[in-house]
């Protein structure tokens, strides 16, 4: 009696051992250039086997366009909205004012619909006074400038309402071309433009002058800086 019940427990436990036992954990295997198989080791079931196909070349390419659609037309419309072919307005703004760019950036936003504004940061290494009417970063740098497509060239509040005409604004503005409200206009902008510098909490004039002095004669017969 008490042999069977070892043979017993012993068979019951070669079972538990069996049923316990962890499978190989499964790898992958390519057999053929265009399917995928996954399989145990190291006995083979067919039954276990699964075939994944891989996309073909032609999906691959249909993938990749659909992917590369979605990035191409937001460069293509940055440039287009930086530097429009038929510009109206060209407008010279000093891209290191935050306070200035909040409004460049409400143009710019509505320009994509208009494309008459062009926008040119006077703080760019790139810069060319001889491409804007001579217009040099000191005296840009003063009050805003803007070019008109003839060549003229407006500043302070004018300029200002040049611009937002130019985006379907010009009610903002309106007002100003009558006196003697373009005069007070003028006198307010001018305080603003005076002492920008101190309320956006910069250095003054000279020493940003200074500063630009020094980079250019560092960046002078070398390509450091355009890098």
Known sequence: MIL???????SASASVSRISKP??????????????KFHNQPSHNPRNNVLLPLPSRSQRCYIRAISDATVEPEISKKEQ??????????????GDCPLCMREVNMLRERN???GTIKFVDIGSDDYSPEENQGLDYETVMGRIHAILSDGSVVTDVEAFRRLYEH???GWVYAITKY?????????IYGVWAKYRLQ???????EEILETRKKKGEVCKDSNACKM
Do not use: C, Q
């Open 167 to 169: 985006v379907g604004l």
């Open 112 to 114: 994509k619909s208009y």
């Open 4 to 10: 069977r019940f070892a043979a017993a427990a012993a």
């Open 81 to 94: 909205n930086e530097s429009p072919k038929d510009w109206k307005i060209k407008m010279l703004y000093d």
């Open 23 to 36: 499978h190989n954990p499964p790898f992958l295997s390519l057999p053929h250039p265009n399917t995928l």
């Open 199 to 205: 309320i956006t909490g910069r250095p003054p004039i």
């Open 179 to 187: 006196e003697p409200i373009a005069k007070i206009a003028d006198s």
